[in-house]
């Protein structure tokens, strides 16, 4: 099929590649031509396993190609609309400017019979008002929506084999539009849901604040387990076993950051008080409330390895972004620890594998090294806040011979305690005893 993605960020660069390694001839269309000669050359603007690879075969064949002029697009079928919904500059709902100006961009190109598919997070009721606006401005062409799952790091596989697909619809010829353009997941069997426009918007901020608060969960545990000499992670592993709860997203930590989960749950707070219906989500609050505090904690924590301050400390931070296999800082804990140990007087000493660039262009006021063993190298603290591979292999016994204080702070318990406290080191996790 000829299909056209308005809105080449993480969503967007990933879907547009997706679908040219389904066969559709793609194009991508972004404002910003530094985003556009990168995919064109085939250089994924980003960090993202396996992208690189499906982009430069896609540019390569032609099936996929990228501009920054909409009219580029008025050939095509099916146009995804994938821009960026941020956080209001001023409030915690979510910023529309980029879908409306997209969707106003891209209507008066629709060819007969086309169909705008809306891939972005947004609040529910503005699939609803877009279609009543693309009744009266073009009755020919009809509106999707159908929300993106996709993780970061996991963000190609997650596109190409999605656990699910929805579609929210105003009539019935849409869906199978849609259907051909996931013809290779409907026929692997993937679960596909065809329902209205509201129920498909919640869908994606229901998951979402739902996954949100499971990590909260397990968190506000790990309070109540440092309160009580309990662990956490044992408790995880068992309430785990409990298929009605299940094992994933139950650890505990400094808590979720990046560009989705903290800006959905405050959007979605936000439209249900505009709803007149705030009470329903009041508990999202304090599920943002508990995961701020985690920054805290570790950040506690910290001072008290350090008896009491961090001034003039030197303190190795082991990760900037948000989660491993991405390069992203948006809302990290990782990141937010580092800053505040910075804002008391520490000698803070942060690496990461992928991103350090991101890092520095938000903080440059912290030190940055690419190697892991320079920042460990002469360290009184050493604080792990993301979990890459790398550290959570480290050696209990080498990294002792490297730092000045055997002090460790593992902020996304991953590590082996007991290993780490044989070495002679002061091991501390998020309520672990
Ligand atoms: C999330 C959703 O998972 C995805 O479905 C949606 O489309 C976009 O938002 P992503 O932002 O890539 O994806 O990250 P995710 O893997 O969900 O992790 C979010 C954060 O939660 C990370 O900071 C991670 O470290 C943290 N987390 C996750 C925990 O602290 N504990 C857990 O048990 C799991």
């Known amino acids: 099929m000829r299909i056209s993605v308005i809105g080449c960020g993480y969503l967007g660069a990933v879907h547009a590649s997706a679908m040219a390694e389904l066969g559709h001839d793609v194009v991508g269309?972004?404002?910003?031509?530094a985003k556009i000669a990168a995919l064109a050359a085939g250089r994924p603007p980003f960090f993202e396993p396996g992208l690189a690879e499906i982009l430069a075969s896609a540019t390569a064949t032609g099936r996929l190609r990228f501009s920054a002029d909409i009219a580029d697009a008025a050939d095509a079928e099916v146009h995804f609309l994938a821009v960026g919904t941020p956080q209001a500059a001023d409030s915690n709902a979510a910023d529309l400017r980029f879908v409306d100006a997209a969707f106003e961009a891209v209507v008066p190109h629709l060819a007969e019979g086309a169909l705008i598919v809306g891939k972005s997070t947004v609040p529910v009721g503005t699939a609803g008002r877009l279609a009543g606006r693309l009744a009266e401005l073009a009755p020919h062409a009809s509106l999707v929506w159908n929300p993106e799952f996709l993780r970061e790091g996991y963000a190609v596989r997650d596109t190409l084999e999605p656990d699910r697909l929805v579609y929210g619809v105003g009539d019935d010829h849409a869906a199978s539009v849609l259907d051909q353009v996931y013809r290779a997941?409907?026929?692997a069997g993937t679960p596909r849901i065809v329902t209205d426009y509201a129920t498909a918007e919640l869908v994606k901020v229901a998951a979402n604040a739902f996954l949100a608060t499971k990590i909260s969960f397990i968190n506000a545990m790990s309070e109540?387990?440092?309160?009580?000499?309990?662990?956490?992670?044992?408790?995880a592993d068992a309430i785990g076993h409990d298929a009605r709860i299940g094992r994933r997203f139950l650890n505990a930590g400094v808590g979720f950051g990046g560009g989705c989960?903290?800006?959905d749950i405050r959007a979605f707070t936000a439209r249900a008080e505009e709803l007149g219906r705030g009470e329903a989500l009041a508990f999202l609050r304090e599920v943002d409330a508990i995961n701020l505090r985690q920054r805290q904690r570790a950040v506690d924590l910290a001072v008290a390895a350090l008896d009491g301050s961090v001034h003039r400390k030197r303190i190795a931070v082991l990760g900037v972004t948000f989660k491993p296999e991405s390069d992203d800082v948006r809302d990290s804990p990782a990141l937010d620890v580092a800053v505040q140990?910075?804002?008391l007087g520490a000698d803070?000493?942060?690496?990461?594998?992928?991103?350090i660039d991101n890092a520095r262009a938000r903080h440059p006021?912290?030190?940055?090294?690419?190697?892991?063993?320079?920042?460990?190298?002469?360290?009184?603290?050493?604080?792990?806040?993301t979990e890459w591979r790398e550290y959570r292999a480290l050696d209990p016994v080498e990294t002792a011979r490297l730092v000045a204080g055997r002090r460790i702070i593992d902020g996304r318990n991953v590590l082996d305690a007991d290993a780490w406290r044989a070495a002679g080191w002061e091991y501390r996790g998020i309520g672990r005893p």
């Open 348 to 355: 803070v000493i942060a690496t990461d594998p992928e991103g």
């Open 224 to 235: 109540i387990a440092d309160a009580t000499g309990a662990d956490v992670t044992a408790l």
């Open 29 to 33: 269309i972004d404002v910003d031509p």
């Open 365 to 385: 006021q912290l030190d940055y090294v690419t190697s892991t063993r320079e920042a460990l190298r002469g360290a009184d603290l050493v604080v792990l806040v």
């Open 185 to 187: 997941a409907i026929e």
């Open 261 to 263: 989960l903290p800006k």
């Open 341 to 343: 140990l910075k804002g």
